[in-house]
């Protein structure tokens, strides 16, 4: 009971008085991009490192829905063109009563549990194989790079009359942004077939 009045007082803050985030604090950004051709398709994985800050995690053990968004665009190099462009979710949501984190990712459409909030929510800050187009759609003779940023939702919180808020005050409203070099079409076309 102590942990849940503790979240109250801290989410009132944070809501009503602009609360304050460390100095310290490690940057939010995109790790551990590779780019995938499979089955003609060309997909990207990723992990957003440093996403969850501790006040974030406290939010997430008391039952309130965090969503981690990740965005992929894939530009054409020169005219800076998108060729395609791609959003995915993943959820992380408390079970006060069976005590388990429920992570839901979109792009895989699979929902895997966890008891331990520091594993659930390093598996909800992992994008595996976004779906971003299929190689086909793309130039041999031409210049791709792709650009990779995250964001976090909005969500409603029970402590506050399901009042809504922006979880992006937790990385100070700027997300992480992550922009490749180019790469040749060719590239993509040799499991294409092109």
Known sequence: M???????????????????ISPDAQPVRISGMTVHVVN???SVSCSVSNAFTPELKKLAASGTPILLYMFADLKQQGSDSVIAATAVESRCDYDLATRMFRII???QNDTVYFV????ALADAARF???PVSPAQNLSRDKAYYFVLYSVLG???VEAL?????DLMYFWNYKRPSLKTESFAG?????????
């Open 105 to 107: 990712h979109s792009v």
């Open 128 to 130: 595996k194989k976004i």
């Open 40 to 42: 003609r398709a060309v």
């Open 154 to 156: 909005k969500t409603r």
């Open 2 to 20: 102590d942990f849940i009045a503790g979240l109250i007082i801290a989410v009132k803050s944070l809501v009503f008085m602009g609360g304050y």
């Open 116 to 119: 331990n909030v520091d594993s």
């Open 186 to 194: 060719s590239q993509f076309m040799t499991e294409a077939g092109k």
């Open 161 to 165: 009359q399901n009042n809504t808020i």
